[in-house]
């Protein structure tokens, strides 16, 4: 399947592709960042910042990396939202060549489960058009496509399948008011309960801010993992240094930042997937923190 580029107008770039995927999956990847920044761009190109308020007037503003450090960002408003089928939208890039904004619509028509895509960019001028024309603008927006239909390729598997959801993780320790107040105290864990349920049950959940898990510190429920014992839990935040200075002024433990591997895109932040901190609870159960800055 490849892409058609057209000019039916002076001022009008039409981009058509075909995909094997019902148009709701293939709406989903136009308005949702977390399906977003997994295509959007050309090969060698990553979205890294994804700020959208889909809903008509709202604002929309995507950040891109590319080769060697270089970045691109665009920005508009939405005039329609009309899911599945048309996605209306003005767009702007920051450093543009050309003059004026460009209208962008999406329409979406699906036959027999696969969806052709449909966008047209309409230009201030001919000569806006024009200059956009020079550009390799088909061979971009092909690699995006392509990896979109990798993406959905993806997505279609996974499409129609119960959730799993991790709710919570069993932390085992011995001194269940010592590891609250680390993991409460230290760490800053919400505290969601502390439930005794009699003098030999007591239950403790706490979760990470920002995390759909949580953990459960407890006795009495037939644990039989030894304390300190369960090792490779794993944490997430936005910016690895702040993470490592805040346990540190809290009295924890903590690595050295180790970098494991080299960031391919290292931008914005060659930390990025590669970078890490390790550290402990009292009981020895041990944590790794690693960096993704596109994470809220």
Request: hydrophobic share 35%; net charge negative.
């Amino acid at each position: 399947m490849t892409l058609r580029v057209t000019t039916p107008t002076d001022t009008d770039i039409v981009l058509t592709r075909d995909f094997d995927a019902p148009r709701r999956l293939v709406f989903a990847t136009l308005t949702r960042p977390e399906l977003l920044t997994r295509w959007y761009g050309a090969r060698g190109w990553n979205l890294t910042e994804c700020h959208m308020d889909l809903s008509v007037g709202g604002a929309w503003r995507f950040v891109s990396s590319g080769p060697g450090g270089e970045r691109m960002t665009q920005r508009g408003v939405y005039r329609e939202i009309e899911p599945p089928e048309r996605l209306v939208y003005t767009e702007r890039f920051d450093d543009q060549s050309y003059e004026g904004e460009s209208l962008v619509t999406h329409i979406l028509v699906e036959h027999d489960g696969r969806t052709t895509l449909t966008t047209t960019v309409r230009y201030a001028s001919r000569e806006a058009r024009d200059t956009v024309l020079r550009y390799p603008m088909a061979r971009g927006v092909g690699e995006a496509y392509d990896r979109l239909a990798e993406l959905l390729e993806i997505e279609k598997r996974r499409d129609g399948l119960m959730n799993w959801t991790l709710e919570v993780v069993l932390v085992p320790v011995s001194d269940l008011d010592r590891a609250k107040e680390f993991y409460a105290g230290k760490l800053g864990f919400n505290v969601d309960h502390d439930t005794k349920i009699s003098d030999e049950v007591r239950i403790i959940q706490l979760t990470p801010p920002g995390s759909g898990c949580s953990i459960v510190l407890a006795k009495g429920i037939g644990n039989t993992m030894a304390p300190g014992s369960l090792h490779g839990l794993q944490l997430v935040v936005s910016d690895l240094h702040k993470a490592r200075a805040q346990l540190v002024d809290n009295g924890v433990d903590v690595s050295e930042i180790q970098v494991l591997g080299e960031n391919p895109s290292p931008q914005p932040d060659p930390l990025d997937n590669v970078g890490f901190i390790h550290f402990a609870d009292p009981d020895g159960n041990r944590w790794s923190v690693q960096q993704i800055s596109t994470r809220p």
